[in-house]
DNA sequence: ACGTACATGTTACTTGCGGTAACACGAGTG
DNA sequence: CACTCGTGTTACCGCAAGTAACATGTACGT
């Protein structure tokens, strides 16, 4: 039949498309995002413009990849965010599951986030595209979250959402920082964000002298 | 003398570089980021190895360009940050200060965030690696601003650093959503953020039937 | 006046990558 | 057996980064 041909192709292909994806998965985490086509080719044992018949262009191969990846860490984002317990405790195991993730993979979220400068210490320049969609895509989802179960009173909605892509800027610059640094454990960051988002700015006093922030 | 000769020689220097960093400005603010030495040279009047003489390379190139726009952007921040006025205030003006430049120059912020996607619609995707900078620049001094004048017990200087990184993340990346979809007006953006980070997160109520965030 | 040193500029080239066209082989089907 | 179609290859194009080698003006020491 024609959709049985259909689909033991489409099923075909889509096996092939997976076995490239994991091939051009480890030569972009091996050589950094500067990886050629020619290189990923190579890696998977065929040339490139199979590749281009895969994925369209470059731009198609890296958001696949970005897709798989950011689909992952947003699952386990959604597990943290939907544990029972209390809401603080929920928070800062959200905030703990993104920074372990970025910490026990830097090189993926090196990738996902600003898959410039590779491995080595090149004068690299090429970068993806890749980090407003994860950013998005967290903080969208953030802000349903944050809509569906927060009462906020008038203008919820926009507030959830502002709050939503703060919230995830503010894990993202700071897991980034940390992740370059190092100047504290996991568990004192996320306890430091945690507080921040608890008010504890606004409740500071001033410094005895100066004018306050 | 050899010393004044070296003196006119470098103030002449300085001046090409700054004519040449004109042009590329003009460049980049028009093409996009994906602009050519080669187109840049030609703005400039001259050819692509007086830009490599005076550069090094592109990324040296880009980099005294983004530091340009940064500086100046962290003045009117600092500026903002130092008025008189109640810290709530000062910390919505700096807000606003931030979303402001933004908004008047997108094409400017596009260039020092993720300088990829040109104007033009394109599958581009050769980025700079400009945001790290930027952001880590803007994480630093807020991070300084927030140890020297509040008090905020043992260990404030980690929790500065932290908190500094976090604000400014939360800054860009709500700042990033709202340029691309606009969905409310810079004052109220402003006010949403200042009000998460004055723990309205933490003080909202659960909402009914829900388990709460 | 003349060669020397140096800054400033150019042309023409190499290298490397993204992307594509054209061809080659193998298997199932009338 | 011819036909087609999926899968693969080689060989090429275009373009941009970066460089080598060469030209030219100008100030200086002798």
Redesign the pocket.
């Known amino acids: 039949m024609d959709t049985t ?1 259909r689909t033991e ?1 489409q099923q ?2 889509d096996r ?1 498309r997976r076995e490239l994806l994991e091939a051009a998965d480890r030569v972009v985490l091996r050589d950094g995002p ?8 190579a890696e998977a ?9 895969h994925f ?6 890296y958001a696949a990849l970005g897709k798989r990846h950011t689909d992952a860490l947003l699952d386990s984002l959604r597990a943290a965010l939907d544990a029972p317990a209390e809401r603080r405790e929920r928070v800062e195991a959200t905030l703990d599951t993104y920074l372990a993730a970025i910490e026990a993979r830097p090189q993926v979220y090196r990738f996902l986030m600003h898959p410039a400068e590779g491995s080595q210490g090149e ?1 690299g ?2 970068v993806g595209k890749h980090s407003a969609p994860l950013l998005r895509r967290m903080g969208e989802e953030l802000a349903q979250v944050i809509a569906e179960r927060l009462d906020l009173g008038p203008g919820s909605e926009q507030l959830a959402r502002v709050w939503g892509h703060g919230i995830v800027g503010m894990m993202h610059a700071a897991g980034d920082w940390w992740l370059g640094e190092r100047p504290c454990s996991r568990a004192e960051l996320v306890r430091s964000l945690a507080d921040l988002l608890w008010g504890r700015l606004a409740a500071a006093g001033d410094k005895v002298g100066g004018p306050g922030f």
Chains 1, 2 share one sequence.
């Open positions: 041909q192709q075909s292909a092939r500067h990886a050629s086509m020619n290189a990923i080719a044992g065929i040339t490139k413009p199979i590749l281009y018949r369209g262009d470059k731009g198609g191969l004068a320049f090429d």
